[in-house]
């Protein structure tokens, strides 16, 4: 099962939203920052998704993104695309010092930060983006907690959804279920789902090590937001015809350890 695949789509996707705070903003001029930035590129932020270029045009950020469209939907996110900017803005409220400096510096050069997203195999575009007075007013009323921001992160991903692994599971959401933030998985073979249900302990250890593999920002930031919620992450799956679901879950003492926190 590549629970190991999706959970690198599911943090690159969140990471496109946040991947400016990646950049060091010690430097008092916004266009070192940028340049710097770019000089890092290409990075990949994940399966899915890679930042291949950041500039400065027309007193723009631009980062540009190439995504890989066997794994996630340029349409998707064209079909909605007040969700995405809606998302965006939360995770720019109360945002941490490094973030803080380089929002700043954008709206001291009264400049507007702008997504692109372009398909790899289908050459499709997607752009939002976040004006300098919105960005301000996002400081001015910011009152977005942990928990916000964890719901944008989920809200952004499940305009993915459905995701298919090619396992014979189907991603179909992820939800906050309280204490747990679930992946649900729907299941093709009954006999898969059995071997699932009955080798649980198993499952959980693959997905743990497969987690602990995980690496850079990108794997890190969803982990984060689950943790700073005081939530654990767990993978419900379900097959049709039987009611009863299996899941399987991951504390948050369990992931806390698995980010090293």
Same mark, same amino acid.
């Given at each position: 099962?590549?629970?190991?695949?999706?959970?690198?789509?599911?943090?690159?996707?969140?990471?496109?939203?946040?991947?400016?705070?990646?950049?060091?903003?010690?430097?008092? #001029? $916004?266009?070192?920052?940028? +340049? &710097?930035?770019?000089? /890092?590129? !290409?990075?990949?932020? *994940?399966?899915? %998704?890679?930042? =291949?270029?950041?500039?400065?045009?027309?007193?723009?950020?631009?980062?540009?993104?190439?995504?890989?469209?066997?794994?996630?939907?340029?349409?998707?996110?064209?079909?909605?695309?007040?969700?995405?900017?809606?998302?965006?803005?939360?995770?720019?409220?109360?945002?941490?010092?490094?973030?803080?400096?380089?929002?700043?510096?954008?709206?001291?050069?009264?400049?507007?930060?702008?997504?692109?997203?372009?398909?790899?195999?289908?050459?499709?575009?997607?752009?939002?983006?976040?004006?300098?007075?919105?960005?301000?007013?996002?400081?001015?009323?910011?009152?977005?907690?942990?928990?916000? #921001? $964890?719901?944008?992160?989920? +809200? &952004?991903?499940?305009? /993915?959804? !459905?995701?298919?692994? *090619?396992?014979? %599971?189907?991603? =179909?959401?992820?939800?906050?279920?309280?204490?747990?933030?679930?992946?649900?998985?729907?299941?093709?073979?009954?006999?898969?789902?059995?071997?699932?249900?009955?080798?649980?302990?198993?499952?959980?250890?693959?997905?743990?090590?497969?987690?602990?593999?995980?690496?850079?920002?990108?794997?890190?930031?969803?982990?984060?937001?689950?943790?700073?919620?005081?939530?654990?992450?767990?993978?419900?799956?379900?097959?049709?015809?039987?009611?009863?679901?299996?899941?399987?879950?991951?504390?948050?003492?369990?992931?806390?350890?698995?980010?090293?926190?």
């Amino acid at each position: 099962m590549k629970n190991k695949f999706f959970s690198r789509v599911f943090m690159a996707l969140v990471v496109c939203i946040l991947s400016f705070s990646m950049s060091s903003c010690s430097d008092s #001029k $916004l266009k070192v920052v940028v +340049s &710097s930035l770019d000089a /890092q590129c !290409p990075q990949s932020l *994940g399966l899915a %998704i890679e930042l =291949t270029h950041v500039f400065f045009e027309d007193n723009t950020v631009v980062y540009s993104y190439t995504l890989d469209e066997d794994y996630a939907s340029i349409d998707n996110l064209s079909a909605n695309p007040e969700s995405v900017k809606n998302n965006i803005l939360t995770m720019f409220q109360n945002p941490n010092d490094d973030m803080k400096q380089f929002i700043d510096m954008v709206i001291d050069a009264k400049a507007d930060v702008r997504y692109v997203y372009k398909g790899k195999a289908s050459g499709k575009e997607f752009a939002t983006t976040v004006t300098a007075a919105e960005l301000q007013e996002g400081l001015k009323n910011g009152v977005a907690t942990g928990g916000d #921001k $964890l719901s944008a992160a989920i +809200s &952004s991903t499940n305009t /993915q959804m !459905p995701v298919d692994t *090619g396992s014979g %599971i189907v991603m =179909t959401k992820v939800e906050d279920c309280g204490d747990v933030v679930f992946y649900f998985a729907s299941v093709s073979e009954l006999t898969t789902f059995n071997m699932i249900s009955a080798n649980a302990v198993s499952v959980k250890e693959n997905i743990v090590n497969s987690l602990k593999s995980l690496d850079g920002a990108a794997d890190r930031l969803f982990f984060k937001l689950v943790v700073d919620a005081g939530k654990g992450l767990g993978y419900r799956y379900s097959t049709e015809g039987v009611d009863d679901t299996v899941d399987v879950v991951i504390s948050n003492a369990e992931l806390r350890e698995i980010i090293g926190e």
